[in-house]
């Protein structure tokens, strides 16, 4: 009888433990729950940090975002990490020049015998700049006296008069010489060049990074055959973009 009684007790005390964990566990369920959608509440508009490390970085930072760290100085630690990064870059062999940056090619006119190669740069981006081709460093200007926001398009040109400001690096080769701009906009108040008057550097070279959304300019003589158009991205130190430079 006893023994008989033991078993139909058994079944009940087991269900009874599996029905407390089903319960803990639903509890729990609904703990992260709450917790996902108060974070959701709290972060928006901006993603949310249990998501935040599986968003592409366009989706990951918003625009909106990053121009209120801007304000406020106060920038998360995960997107100066991916701002900051500098990845090894593999040059292709031959003797087309190479990107001057990452970005998107937005304009490539001519003035004045020359041709100028706007690249923008997003806040996304890899912000630094390289070497189309290996020369030596003519000279390193400073030009500009204000910020101005915009891809580059319509001060790509300007020499003396106030336009944003910016380091103009002149590279001499044996087919003549290039130059690369590179610009600030509102949203990046700091340029860092790498290189010096005089300084031999090779084609991929680093030579400075633009802190922030910016614009670089590649400025080639008008002959010059491009190898991409308004519209198409570019990698610095790997896309090639141009023939090589003709010999005068």
């Not at 590279?171 to 700091?190: K, M």
């Not at 910016?214 to 198409?232: D, F, H, Q, Y």
């Not at 991205?233 to 090589?244: D, I």
Request: net charge positive; proline share 7%; glycine share 8%.
């Amino acid at each position: 009888m006893h023994a008989g009684k033991s078993a139909m007790i058994r079944p009940d005390a087991c269900a009874i433990s599996r029905g407390r964990a089903v319960l803990v566990l639903q509890i729990f369920i609904l703990g992260v729950l709450a917790a996902a959608v108060a974070a959701t509440v709290l972060y928006f508009p901006n993603p949310s940090p249990l998501i935040r490390h599986w968003l592409p970085p366009r989706k990951r930072w918003p625009e909106r975002q990053i121009r209120g760290w801007l304000n406020s100085g106060k920038y998360q630690r995960s997107f100066l990490r991916h701002f900051y990064n500098d990845p090894e870059r593999v040059v292709p062999p031959g003797t087309s020049l190479v990107g001057p940056a990452d970005g998107l090619v937005t304009s490539a006119d001519e003035q004045g015998g020359i041709r100028y190669l706007v690249i923008a740069l997003s806040f996304w981006d890899m912000h630094v700049q390289r070497s189309p081709v290996a020369g030596v460093v003519v000279s390193v200007e400073s030009l500009g006296n204000e910020f101005m926001d915009g891809e580059g398009r319509e001060f790509a040109f300007i020499r003396e008069k106030p336009c944003p400001v910016q380091k103009r690096v002149v590279i001499a080769t044996d087919a003549g010489q290039i130059a690369v701009r590179l610009i600030t906009s509102v949203a990046a108040r700091r340029i860092e060049v790498w290189v010096e008057e005089g300084q031999t550097i090779e084609r991929g070279q680093r030579i400075g990074r633009i802190l922030l959304g910016s614009t670089v300019v590649l400025e080639l003589p008008a002959n010059t055959k491009l190898l991409v158009r308004p519209g198409e991205r570019v990698w610095a130190g790997e896309t090639p973009v141009a023939e090589g430079l003709v010999a005068s």
